[in-house]
C-alpha cells in the first residue's frame, strides 16, 4: 500500500516556465488536497477536491490549476512559474472531509 | 479569525529528557485536533488526533493533552530519542467544510546526545 505518491521530489523552474506536480493515492479516498509550506509558516491549502470531477479552491490558489478526472490523481498545474511559488508542495488525502489525512513526501520546487 | 499557534518555536533537549509543546486555538466551531511529525524533507505523519470529548491520549512515548474550554493543546515527549528531532505541527479542525484545517507554524524540536 503505497498511500500517497507525490513526483517530482525536487524541480527548479525558470520564471514563467509551465509544470505539473503529480499526487496519486491508492487508499480510494474520496477528498484529495494540495497545500504549500513555506518556510515559518503553516501549510496553507491551495486547492481541494470532494471526489472525482469535483475541484474548489482553497486560500491560496492564484497562480494554480488542478483537475481530478479519477479518483486516484490530482495533479497540480503552475501555468506561469513566479519566484512567489517558491515552496514544498503536499499533496493529501482523506476518506471523509475533516478526519485522517494521509500525506505524501513532498515537492520542493524551486523558481529562479 | 481561526488561528493555531504553537509554541516554543524551537527546543533544543538532551536525549533521554521529557518535553512538552504547546498549541493555543481559536478554531470554531471545533471538530477535533491533531498533532502530526514532520521529519526534514518528508510530508507530515500523524501522531494522534482527539475530539471534543477526549482530553487525553497516547502513542508510545507522545501522550497529547486537550483543553477545550481553554482551547489549549499539549504534547508530551518521554524519554526523547535523537529520532524525535523534527517539527511538531498542531492541526485543528472546524466541523464544517473540507477547507476546514487550521495548521499551527510548528516547533522545532532538536534532541542532542
Known amino acids: 500500500n503505497a498511500g500517497v505518491t507525490q513526483t517530482p521530489k525536487f524541480r527548479i523552474l525558470k520564471i514563467g516556465q509551465s509544470m505539473t506536480l503529480q499526487c496519486t493515492q491508492d487508499?480510494?479516498?474520496?477528498?484529495m488536497y494540495w497545500y504549500r509550506q513555506d518556510p515559518g509558516m503553516g501549510l496553507k491549502l491551495i486547492y481541494y477536491?470532494?471526489?472525482?470531477?469535483?475541484?474548489d479552491k482553497g486560500e491560496v490558489p492564484n497562480g494554480y490549476n488542478v483537475s481530478r478526472s479519477t479518483t486516484e490523481d490530482f495533479p497540480l498545474r503552475l501555468e506561469l512559474a513566479a519566484p512567489s511559488q517558491t515552496s514544498v508542495y503536499f499533496c493529501?488525502?482523506?476518506?471523509?472531509?475533516?478526519?485522517?489525512?494521509?500525506f505524501g513526501s513532498g515537492t520542493r520546487l524551486t523558481v529562479v | 479569525k481561526n488561528q493555531v499557534e504553537q509554541s516554543p518555536q524551537s527546543l533544543i533537549i538532551l536525549e533521554g529528557k521529557n518535553c512538552t509543546l504547546q498549541?493555543?486555538?481559536?478554531?470554531?466551531?471545533?471538530?477535533?485536533l491533531r498533532w502530526y511529525k514532520q521529519d526534514t524533507g518528508r510530508g507530515p505523519v500523524s501522531l494522534t488526533i482527539?475530539?471534543?470529548?477526549?482530553n487525553t491520549k497516547s502513542n508510545g512515548r507522545y501522550t497529547a493533552t486537550l483543553d477545550a474550554d481553554t482551547k489549549q493543546s499539549s504534547l508530551h515527549i518521554t524519554a526523547s530519542q535523537l529520532s524525535d528531532s523534527a517539527s511538531y505541527i498542531c492541526?485543528?479542525?472546524?466541523?464544517?467544510?473540507?477547507?476546514?484545517?487550521?495548521f499551527g507554524t510548528g516547533t522545532r524540536l532538536t534532541v542532542i546526545p
Open positions: 493529501a488525502s482523506s476518506l471523509v472531509g475533516n478526519y485522517g489525512y494521509t
Open positions: 487508499m480510494n479516498h474520496n477528498y
Open positions: 477536491s470532494v471526489g472525482a470531477g469535483i475541484t
Open positions: 498549541c493555543n486555538y481559536t478554531v470554531s466551531p471545533f471538530s477535533n
Open positions: 482527539m475530539t471534543f470529548s477526549e
Open positions: 492541526v485543528v479542525s472546524a466541523e464544517t467544510g473540507a477547507n476546514n484545517l487550521f
